[in-house]
T-cell receptor, first 112, second 115 residues
Framework: QKEVEQDPGPLSVPEGAIVSLNCTYS??????FMWYRQYSRKGPELLMYTYSSGNKEDGRFTAQVDKSSKYISLFIRDSQPSDSATYLCAILNQGGSEKLVFGKGTKLTVNP | NAGVTQTPKFQVLKTGQSMTLQCAQD?????MSWYRQDPGMGLRLIHY???????DQGEVPNGYNVSRSTTEDFPLRLLSAAPSQTSVYFC??????????????FGSGTRLTVV
């Protein structure tokens, strides 16, 4: 079983829609969860970072972690064409290796 | 500008050739990693380092070699290029401050084609 599973999509939504992106993970010891955004032919950039369970909000973006079900989510409100990108969930194996393990990424297109 | 610098941006190799992908960061980050990204496969960890002189294998290390003699540099060597190594390669770095790792900063990537 892979450490992080993510539905690769693609996902296509109209402008203004609420977008939900999801991942599951296998190791209940993980505590640091990240979402990266990657525009076409660019490097990934850190979008959101959460520790343990709960929600974290930043503008139109909300990251949510449910440790009981080992499920992480990213919500985008009032989606814009500029949000069109690939979104990658990642889990940091903190304490020693500090390895960052990624899901496969979900390609999102927001249509005007 | 501060960040992670990767060179070259593009490279075409013939099967069997060797080459080194360069990665440098000027943020004094202790942790550095190399990933490859292939369609439908996401980012897969090749090798990583937790500090100068310390490296370890990731998920897909075969055919690649790394060393880390300084904090700033983390080169990736392809020993004998194969078409299966055609990919986009990303280098990333991070640090741990006040007990937290604040996430990795990525370079802009190297697009490698092996023919």
């Amino acid at each position: 079983q892979k450490e992080v599973e993510q539905d690769p999509g693609p996902l296509s939504v109209p402008e203004g829609a609420i977008v939900s992106l999801n991942c599951t993970y296998s190791n209940s010891a993980f505590q640091y969860f990240m979402w990266y955004r990657q525009y076409s032919r660019k490097g990934p950039e850190l979008l959101m970072y959460t520790y343990s369970s709960g929600n974290k909000e930043d503008g139109r973006f909300t990251a949510q972690v449910d440790k009981s079900s080992k499920y992480i989510s990213l919500f985008i409100r009032d989606s814009q064409p500029s949000d069109s990108a690939t979104y990658l969930c990642a889990i940091l194996n903190q304490g020693g290796s500090e390895k960052l393990v990624f899901g496969k990424g979900t390609k999102l297109t927001v249509n005007p | 500008n501060a960040g992670v610098t990767q060179t070259p941006k593009f490279q075409v190799l013939k099967t069997g050739q060797s080459m080194t992908l360069q990665c440098a960061q000027d943020m004094n980050h202790e942790y550095m990693s190399w990933y490859r990204q292939d369609p439908g496969m996401g980012l897969r960890l090749i090798h990583y380092s937790v500090g100068a002189g310390i490296t370890d294998q990731g998920e897909v290390p075969n055919g690649y070699n790394v060393s880390r003699s300084t904090t700033e540099d983390f080169p990736l060597r392809l020993l004998s290029a194969a078409p299966s190594q055609t990919s986009v390669y990303f280098c990333a770095s991070s640090y741990r401050g006040t007990g937290y790792n604040y996430g990795y900063t990525f370079g802009s990537g190297t697009r490698l084609t092996v023919v």
